[in-house]
């Protein structure tokens, strides 16, 4: 595993700072399984770290190797309100759909009952019309789910 991607697991802002400085290129290579310093960042919800990916030109459109899914998939579905708000005010594409299962980031929100961070989806502009590939809207989703909250805060919202 590559240095930078062990300093972003680790929440290690100093050396993460250290390694860009060195090799600013480093921030958008993967590593050998394919992850991005950008999505684990998002996901894990090391915002600062994250933040200084962005400031330095890591690239929105990277992918991780399992969904194929972008870093605000990957903050939504770990329920990190902080990091997809970031993503989305640096204009990380908020209703790009996932090829496995087309759901948008606001899908993954619903899913995994993240009210918060579908608040901060939805108050960055996302659809939420949005069909799955199964036909799901977040909305039938929240519905499924049973939840009440995410139910009035789609609606209301």
Known sequence: MPILMQAVKSNNFPLVLELIEANKKSINESDASGNWPLIIAAYMGHTKILELLLKNGAQL??????????????????????SAKLLIEYGIEIDKQGPVNGYTALHDAIWQNNIETALVIIQGGANKNIKSHQGETPLDLAKLNGSQELINLLKNN
Do not use: E, I, W
Not at 61 to 82: C, E, W
């Open 61 to 82: 459109s990277v992918l991780d190797p399992s969904m194929n899914a972008t870093a605000l998939h990957a903050a939504a579905y770990a329920g990190r309100s902080k």
